[in-house]
């Protein structure tokens, strides 16, 4: 597919100018015709010949190896935070593409310039303006579609979209980026963060309003699933981590756990495996995903495990609440379930098959009538501690922290406008009486100085001019 004239480079990465012509048409995404979607065969088929058959039993092995992998995402990162995290994929070894109308906040994102693509389509960056931050993306579509195409296509077997809900680049180009991705004919799953907890009025009106659209997108299937990650319950989690330090920590922890699923169920065990079609189920469910992991400490004495018949089920169950991405879902809204216990060789061999059923009979309880999808898997890097890793799908959106989010944007939001439409603050004399001929001089003023009386002006002069 030959690049697009408008393109060049800049600072060694791509830039899209505004305004360019695009081949794409606006509904449903569709590609100009120069890439067709392929066959559902095709999607079988897909990395038939670029995959090797990895066959390992130690996690260790595959990490080291990369490419031990159920499902190749291909990851594409819009906005600030977005584009964080889509370095954080490519860090963990998935191709990744990022795009931002701020070139400056592209220079610390470490992925190949190539990658790399800055919109110059206002004077750096949408301010947090939705609609300007839509206006960009759509601009520039054509070269988008180029550097998605040269990324992923044949490549890949799913798309990511991540996003940080709030700014105005990356929440303003959910709708058209995901019509975009569309076009390829994969599956298209959107990682969303929410705000923190100390974000200002417009950064979570703006999360709020491009949740609902993302959210709209899932229930008419053109999203095969929505990740949602709550940075206010990462605050929680990592309490102690330092400002230069939590977006590191964060968007680690964030692909971390969701590359462990990816990771695990592509690895032989003795034990009980949760395989590439398990995983595959799970994510492509629809509607919200949420996931996480929590660890237990294992008493061993003299080479023997001392552990409690019930404390592997009160640990998966204290999971659910601690140790989650998210918070305010309702977990028997959850369709499908996915749930894999890591520890040593030495722990696995001793825990007795009932601990373990019956925790999956008090997670059955809680998610009644979901599909459960089960794993445990040796971890050889471990301390003595079992790690239980945890993703549910199929969920509803959570309604609290929604419910939540909405009255603080909308309190904020009021205070916000009162403090702009308040025009005593820049009165001098407001109190002194005036004469009548300075009232009616004042009148005038305004008059002339409104945006009605400047177009009437104008369009005078230029009459005049005709």
């Not at 309003?209 to 959210?215: P, R």
């Not at 920590?249 to 003795?270: G, Q």
């Amino acid at each position: 597919m030959e690049a697009p004239e408008a393109a060049r480079l800049a600072g060694g990465y791509t830039v899209a100018k505004k305004n360019e012509p695009s081949k794409l048409s606006g509904g449903g995404g569709a590609g100009g015709g120069e890439a067709p979607a392929p066959s559902e065969q095709e999607k079988e088929l897909l990395h038939t010949k670029a995959k090797q058959d990895h066959t390992v039993s130690s996690l260790q092995d595959a990490l080291k190896d990369g490419d031990v992998k159920s499902v190749i995402f291909g990851v594409v990162g819009v906005g600030q935070g977005g584009s964080r995290l889509a370095e954080e994929f490519f860090n963990f070894g998935y191709p990744a593409c990022c795009i931002n109308t701020a070139e400056q906040d592209l220079a610390h994102i470490n992925l190949p310039d190539d990658k790399k693509m800055f919109i110059d389509y206002s004077l750096g960056g949408v301010g947090k303006d939705l609609s300007l931050g839509e206006e960009a993306i759509r601009s520039a579509r054509e070269n988008i579609y180029n550097l998605l195409y040269e990324t992923f296509y044949e490549k890949v077997d799913s798309l990511i979209l991540t996003i940080g809900g709030g700014g105005g680049t990356g929440s303003g180009s959910a709708v058209p980026m995901v019509e975009t991705l569309a076009a390829f004919g994969l599956p298209v799953t959107v990682l969303y963060t929410l705000p923190m907890s100390t974000e200002d009025a417009v950064t979570k009106s703006n999360a709020i309003q491009t949740l609902d659209k993302i959210a709209r997108m899932a229930s008419d299937n053109l999203i095969n699933g929505v990740v949602v990650i709550d940075n206010a319950r990462i605050e929680q989690i990592y309490p102690s981590i330092s400002a230069g330090q939590f977006w590191k920590v964060a968007n680690f922890d964030i692909v971390n756990v969701f590359n462990m699923f990816n990771t695990l169920s592509a690895c032989a065990t003795k034990y009980i495996s949760l395989d590439p079609m398990d995983f595959s189920r799970i994510i492509t469910t629809g509607n919200c995903m949420v996931y996480g992991k929590t660890s237990i400490p294992i008493q061993m004495h003299d080479g023997e495990l001392r552990l409690f018949p019930d404390e592997i089920a009160l640990a998966l169950t204290r999971s659910l609440s601690a140790g989650l991405l998210a918070e305010g879902f309702d977990l028997a809204e959850a369709v499908r379930a996915g749930i894999i216990f890591t520890a040593k060789e030495s722990i696995l061999d001793q825990i007795p098959a009932a601990h373990i059923n019956y925790a999956f009979q008090q997670l059955n309880e809680m998610i009644g009538g979901a599909g459960v999808f089960r794993g445990i898997y040796r971890d050889d890097s471990a301390q003595d501690e079992l790690t239980i890793y945890s993703i549910f799908s199929g969920l509803g959106l959570p309604k609290d922290r929604v419910t939540q989010l909405v009255q603080e944007a909308e309190d904020k939001m009021a205070a916000m406008e009162a403090k702009e439409a308040d025009k005593s603050k820049m009165s001098v004399i407001d109190s002194i009486q005036t004469s009548k001929k300075e009232q009616d001089l004042y009148s005038e003023m305004k008059k002339q100085s409104s945006g009605f009386g400047k177009t009437i002006r104008n369009t005078k002069r230029r009459r005049g001019r005709g």
